[in-house]
């Protein structure tokens, strides 16, 4: 998919949280090759809304692994924490649409409840906020400070993806309503996703297979905004060799170690290999790899992968 001006856009959007690892480094290579053997341009977007876990100086270290392994960007980069102003008139938008609303459950309380859980076993929200009378909700506000949801309807949602193929899920049954803006006021990632997506003009959107199910909680607000729909493409995971999800807090494959034990050509080429681009892993630049990207090479399931 292309732009008003026929050019594709993507993005990185890391969130600046800790040393970025080798999941982070796939996912951003497979969505700047994606654009740029599509001669597209590429926004970077520092997802640091979350003032508890993201740092100016994570945002630094995020560049210079970007520039060391040989990924460039477009314009200057953009920080979320700067742009709250645009997420409270998206939801100040929603709220005169009389789709928002508290919602006083504590962690623990929708843990206990007796929801619906999906096949997964992700809870799914049953709504219950959503049922308190206006009396009910002046009682709570005196003793808790809310978040705040969206309803969703009954409603199935479907995209193609990619990758992946048709993915589709029903909002009410398979997600419930979800938070648009935190108790302590951060607006939430999905929120503030589809306001940068449309505001930067991104056309495509390249990110790992955990979110695939965010999609059409994001399609949702996307119709209620207003917003253009990008198309998507989620790319499998890569997993610690015992199954985990590679993870920032315990370090797995974290940049820093890696930087020490090969060059970033290398550490491409290990990259590009799993990809399927390359017979072997082989030192090799990413612009050099970009007359050998495609779509239809890349694995749709999750790689397992040893210590390097």
Not at 28 to 47: D, F, K, M, P, T
Not at 74 to 103: I, N
Not at 149 to 154: A, G, I, K, Q, S
């Amino acid at each position: 998919m292309s732009g008003p001006s026929g050019r594709v856009v993507g993005r990185f959007a890391p969130s600046p949280s800790g040393r970025m690892h080798l999941g982070n480094l796939w996912a951003c290579l497979i969505a700047w090759l994606s654009v740029r053997s599509a001669g597209g341009s590429v926004v970077l977007r520092l997802e640091d809304l979350d003032p508890d876990r993201c740092r100016r100086e994570y945002c630094d270290q995020v560049m210079r692994d970007l520039e060391w392994l040989g990924l460039d960007w477009d314009g200057a980069p953009v920080y979320q924490s700067a742009r709250t102003e645009l997420y409270a008139a998206a939801f100040a938008q929603l709220e005169r649409q009389g789709l928002v609303y508290p919602c006083f459950c504590t962690r623990a309380e929708r843990l206990a409840a007796s929801a619906p859980h999906r096949s997964d076993g992700v809870q799914v929200y049953d709504g219950r906020c959503r049922r308190l009378s206006a009396a009910e909700r002046v009682g709570l506000a005196k003793t808790r400070r809310p978040a705040w949801r969206v309803r969703v309807p009954d409603r199935k949602y479907a995209f193609t993806d990619l990758l992946q193929g048709v993915f589709q899920e029903n909002l009410e049954r398979d997600c419930g309503d979800f938070i648009l803006r935190r108790s302590d006021g951060v607006y939430a990632y999905q929120l503030a996703v589809v306001v940068d997506d449309a505001a930067m003009g991104v056309t495509q959107v390249v990110r790992g297979r955990d979110l695939l199910d965010s999609t059409p909680r994001q399609n949702y607000l996307q119709d209620l905004l207003a917003c253009p729909r990008p198309e998507y493409g989620h790319v499998p995971l890569l997993l610690a060799a015992d199954g985990r999800r590679l993870a920032k807090r315990d370090r797995d494959q974290e940049l820093g170690q890696l930087q020490k034990q090969c060059s970033a050509p290398e550490l491409v080429g290990r990259l590009a290999w799993l990809a399927g681009l390359i017979d072997r892993p082989e030192g090799i630049t990413p612009r050099e790899l970009l007359p050998l990207f495609a779509w239809d090479k890349l694995p749709r399931e999750d790689i397992r992968i040893g210590p390097q």
